[in-house]
């Protein structure tokens, strides 16, 4: 049974920087791919960052240039490196994890296609 827990949000104001991460369990990275993932209240959940095997991560338009995600294979966790943070990034940040298909694919910014995930940390950028 995957499981996934993730930690580091907290409030900041704009311009600064979190970092969060997440650390799963029987997660391998050649099964599976694994994303971070975030929702503000009234809006739908939309993939932020995602990284496969082959460590070549995806990103969202918004975050791109300003967010990182990382992996550490040897802890098996999970890490999104968030900087110059503005209030548009408010929300509730999920680690997800989605099992390759049998060709060895993920859809990595697709929520729908993620079988597993954490419960949430919250980020709170102030203006």
């Known amino acids: 049974q995957v499981q996934l827990v993730e930690s580091g949000g907290g409030s900041v104001q704009a311009g600064g920087s979190l970092r969060l991460s997440c650390a799963a369990s029987?997660?391998?990275?050649?099964?599976?791919?694994m994303g971070w993932f975030r929702q503000a209240p009234g809006k739908e959940r939309e993939g932020v960052a995602a990284?496969?095997?082959?460590?070549?991560?995806s990103y969202s338009d918004s975050v791109k240039g300003r967010f990182t995600i990382s992996k550490d294979n040897a802890q098996n966790t999970l890490y999104l490196q968030m900087n110059s943070l503005k209030p548009e990034d408010t929300a509730m940040y999920y680690c997800?994890?989605?099992?390759?298909?049998?060709?060895?694919?993920?859809?990595?910014?697709?929520?729908?296609?993620?079988?597993?995930w954490g419960q949430g940390t919250q980020v709170t950028v102030s203006s």
């Open positions: 997800a994890a989605q099992p390759r298909d049998p060709l060895g694919r993920c859809w990595l910014l697709l929520p729908e296609k993620y079988v597993y």
């Open positions: 990284i496969g095997s082959s460590s070549t991560p």
């Open positions: 029987v997660v391998t990275y050649s099964t599976y791919c």
